[in-house]
T-cell receptor, first 110, second 111 residues
Framework: GQQVMQIPQYQHVQEGEDFTTYCNSS?????IQWYKQRPGGHPVFLIQ?????EVKKQKRLTFQFGEAKKNSSLHITATQTTDVGTYFC??????????FGQGTTLQVKP | KAGVTQTPRYLIKTRGQQVTLSCSPI?????VSWYQQTPGQGLQFLFE???????NKGNFPGRFSGRQFSNSRSEMNVSTLELGDSALYLC??????????FGPGTRLTVT
């Protein structure tokens, strides 16, 4: 079945450093979504990307969708301790199911 | 608007028992999806309901079932519980396709 691979699994950064997580698929994706889950919390929708090469920004977060619509990335500039959590990408399968990546857990050292 | 609510928040059951979890979506959201989250397997899609009909189903055994009522509230049931069913069960509602709003989850522990 369709799979979405997400790397890295874990990332430890010093506060103020940048962070990037990547999401890859072997098949073309119709769209991709990003979610954030704080420790002990539930996933919270961040954004959806639909167009090839699309780039969207939310304050210090930059989301990109690859030209071939097979990969995506989330980049955080100058991380803060409030950025701690697990970031998931998710893509809809050809049957309409949402397939989640394994997530990247971000730890930020103050 | 109130968010997605799930009850109960925590549950402890023994092997062989059955359990029913409840989810109330955001008002106006007609699609409700269920997910199982475990440290090893991550977020796994269970099923999706829309207007009382199951629209999609994940790769889980028949012990996992669900339903949706006319007011969009949804329940999921797990029969003959196994130790491996211990997980966080998340419900999500949506208005637009694929943009999911998750509830706080039900933490199920099977002993």
């Amino acid at each position: 079945g369709q799979q979405v691979m997400q790397i890295p699994q874990y990332q430890h950064v010093q506060e103020g450093e940048d962070f990037t997580t990547y999401c890859n698929s072997s098949t073309t994706l119709s769209n991709i979504q990003w979610y954030k889950q704080r420790p002990g919390g539930h996933p919270v929708f961040l954004i959806q990307l639909v167009k090839s090469g699309e780039v969207k920004k939310q304050k210090r977060l930059t989301f990109q969708f690859g030209e071939a619509k097979k990969n995506s990335s989330l980049h955080i500039t100058a991380t803060q301790t409030t950025d701690v959590g697990t970031y998931f990408c998710a893509a809809s399968s050809n049957t309409g199911k949402l397939i989640f990546g394994q997530g990247t857990t971000l730890q930020v050292k103050p | 608007k109130a968010g997605v609510t799930q009850t109960p928040r925590y549950l402890i059951k023994t092997r062989g028992q059955q359990v029913t979890l409840s989810c109330s979506p955001i008002s106006g959201h007609r699609s409700v999806s269920w997910y199982q989250q475990t440290p090893g397997q991550g977020l796994q899609f269970l099923f999706e309901y829309f207007s009382e009909t199951q629209r999609n189903k994940g790769n889980f055994p028949g012990r996992f079932s669900g339903r949706q009522f006319s007011n969009s509230r949804s329940e999921m049931n797990v029969s003959t519980l196994e130790l491996g069913d211990s997980a966080l069960y998340l419900c999500a509602s949506s208005l637009r396709p694929y943009e999911q709003y998750f509830g706080p989850g039900t933490r199920l522990t099977v002993t």
